[in-house]
């Protein structure tokens, strides 16, 4: 018997399908990164720019300020120069040696401008009040001395209040 050469199977299909795929994924990323290569290509000009825009301001802003600024700042540094020299330490040491039963701190107020101290008490007596005056300047010299500058006595409802002001001298250096 003779072979009969029939083939009874289907014919493959081409196997280019893959490979077309395959390229058009690549032209896909090749377009997506040189979209993404514009994009930042701006985004750096546009720094750039504003770089070169802050480097010309910073210069602007170089400049000398103007009279009143100046003059503000001239006053708040001396302000701040005389209270540096005043002497706080002898301030708060006197205040903390003098303890009179019936006599309470309300507040300190140091001012630079005119170089005072003030302190606010609260004032159960007269007698009180005098006895922490004595004992708050106690081996003081005479220039800096506390002074009585405002009293009001105690009423039956509420405790009496008193201001004492010390004139503040320049530390010794």
């Given at each position: 018997m003779k072979p009969v050469g029939a083939d009874f199977a289907l014919a493959r299909a081409s196997a280019f399908w893959p490979w077309w795929l395959a390229c058009a994924c690549l032209l896909a990323a090749a377009a997506f990164e040189a979209e993404r290569a514009i994009s930042l290509a701006r985004e750096r000009a546009l720094l750039e720019r504003?770089?070169?825009?802050?480097?010309?301001?910073?210069?602007?802003?170089?400049?000398?300020?103007?009279?009143?600024?100046?003059?503000?700042?001239?006053?708040?540094?001396?302000?701040?120069?005389?209270?540096?020299?005043?002497?706080?330490?002898?301030?708060?040491?006197?205040?903390?040696?003098?303890?009179?039963?019936?006599?309470?701190?309300?507040?300190i107020d140091i001012r630079a401008g005119d170089a005072s101290a003030r302190l606010e008490l609260e004032v159960r007596d007269t007698a009180d009040l005098l006895r922490y005056l004595d004992d708050i300047n106690a081996g003081m010299p005479v220039d800096g001395r506390w002074s009585l500058a405002r009293a009001q006595t105690a009423s039956l409802t509420a405790p009496g209040s008193a201001t004492l002001v010390r004139q503040l001298q320049p530390r010794d250096r």
């Open positions: 504003q770089v070169n825009a802050i480097g010309t301001q910073g210069t602007a802003d170089a400049a000398p300020t103007s009279a009143p600024e100046a003059a503000a700042y001239a006053a708040d540094a001396a302000r701040f120069v005389k209270l540096a020299n005043m002497d706080l330490a002898g301030v708060l040491a006197s205040i903390e040696s003098a303890r009179v039963p019936g006599i309470r701190v309300t507040a």
